[in-house]
C-alpha cells in the first residue's frame, strides 16, 4: 500500500514537499516513481529512484527544480518541489516496483508499476 501526502496550493515559484508513505511490502526492493496527471490527459512520469535511493531520473519539465529522495528506514520517499510553476499543476501519485536499477522506461510507461497510491493534488497558481 501506498498513501501519499503533501499537495496543496502554492503560488508561482514557491516550494511543496510531497511524502509516499509504503506499507505491506519489503521496500527496500522496489523503485518508487512519481507520476502526475491532469484531466484529459495521459499519466506523465515525473521521476523515479532506484531501490537504494542512489539513482534518480527525471522528466525534461522538472530537472533542476524537483529533488527526489528514499528513505528506506522510514518506507518513505519525498518528492522536493521547487520553484512551481502552474503547468506544475496535477494529480500526483507514487508508485513501486520491483527492482533494482532506473531506467528512462520507468518514466514512459506507468504500466510497469504495480502498486499506486491514491493521489495527491498540487495547485500551482501564476
Known amino acids: 500500500q501506498l498513501q501519499a501526502s503533501g499537495g496543496g496550493l502554492a503560488q508561482t515559484g514557491e516550494s511543496l514537499r510531497l511524502t509516499c508513505a509504503a506499507s505491506g511490502f519489503n521496500f527496500d526492493y522496489y523503485i518508487i516513481g512519481w507520476f502526475r496527471q491532469v484531466p484529459g490527459k495521459e499519466r506523465e512520469g515525473v521521476s523515479c529512484?532506484?531501490?537504494?535511493?542512489?539513482?534518480?531520473l527525471y522528466t525534461n519539465s522538472v530537472k533542476g527544480r524537483f529533488t527526489m529522495s528514499k528513505d528506506n528506514a522510514k518506507n518513505t520517499v519525498y518528492l522536493q518541489m521547487n520553484s512551481l510553476k502552474p503547468e506544475d499543476t496535477a494529480v500526483y501519485y507514487c508508485?513501486?516496483?520491483?527492482?533494482?536499477?532506473?531506467?528512462?522506461?520507468?518514466?514512459?510507461?506507468?504500466?510497469?508499476?504495480?502498486?499506486w497510491g491514491q493521489g495527491t493534488q498540487v495547485t500551482v497558481s501564476s
Open positions: 529512484i532506484s531501490n537504494s535511493g542512489g539513482s534518480t
Open positions: 508508485a513501486a516496483v520491483r527492482g533494482i536499477r532506473v531506467t528512462p522506461s520507468l518514466l514512459e510507461r506507468s504500466s510497469k508499476y504495480g502498486y
